[in-house]
């Protein structure tokens, strides 16, 4: 089993629609999560952090559920600027495990 | 401006050809990590350092060597490429928030290596 494992997409949603990425992971001492972004052959960019209580940042919603080692990703009203692959990220001690990422398509 | 630099942006060598990629960071980051991506594996942590003379290895460390001799550099070593490590190379730092939790890792533009 992977360390980190997410939907395998693509997911192609139309503009404003509801989309949520899921992600599971193994090692249950892990304590920090995170969510990236990706866009083609750039660098990956922290979307937010994924905290016990659950987090929101304007249209993202992050939930965490530490009993069954997931964690997700809603995005509301989504754009055509959130096509991009997402990526769920979880420390292993010192190390960052990057699960393989889900790439979102928003269609006009 | 903050932001983590790496060079060269893109790279073509030869089978055995030693060569280095610099990284630097100018945000005072304790924490330093290289990554290389490939398609359908992710990224996957190659070395990792935690302060000055500190460094670690990730999950995929064959072939590379990194040393941490100031806070701002990371620099990435292959003394032997070999076509296996043709990928995307990204350096990436951060400041630690907490002894068991990692702030945000701010990433360089990555490196496009082909080892031919």
């Known amino acids: 089993r992977k360390e980190v494992e997410q939907d395998p997409g693509p997911f192609n949603v139309p503009e404003g629609a509801t989309v949520a990425f899921n992600c599971t992971y193994s090692?249950?001492?892990?304590?920090?999560f995170f969510w990236y972004r990706q866009d083609c052959r750039k660098e990956p960019k922290l979307l937010m952090s994924v905290y016990s209580s659950g987090n929101e940042d304007g249209r993202f919603t992050a939930q965490l559920n530490r009993a069954s080692q997931y964690i997700s990703l809603l995005i509301r009203d989504s754009k055509l600027s959130d096509s991009a692959t997402y990526l769920c990220v979880v420390n292993k001690g010192q190390n960052f495990v990057f699960g393989p990422g889900t790439r979102l398509s928003v269609l006009p | 401006e903050a932001q983590v630099t790496q060079n060269p942006r893109y790279l073509i060598t030869v089978t055995g050809k030693k060569l280095t990629v610099t990284c630097s960071q100018n945000m005072n980051h304790e924490y330093m990590s290289w990554y290389r991506q490939d398609p359908g594996l992710g990224l996957r942590q190659i070395y990792y350092?935690?302060?000055?003379?500190?460094?670690d290895k990730g999950d995929v460390p064959e072939g590379y060597k990194v040393s941490r001799k100031e806070k701002r550099n990371f620099p990435l070593i292959l003394e032997s490429p070999s076509p296996n490590q043709t990928s995307l190379y990204f350096c990436?730092?951060?400041?630690?928030?907490?002894?068991?939790?990692?702030?945000?890792?701010?990433f360089g533009p990555g490196t496009r290596l082909t080892v031919l």
């Open positions: 090692n249950s001492a892990s304590q920090s």
């Open positions: 350092s935690m302060n000055v003379e500190v460094t």
């Open positions: 990436a730092s951060s400041g630690l928030a907490r002894i068991s939790s990692y702030g945000e890792q701010f």
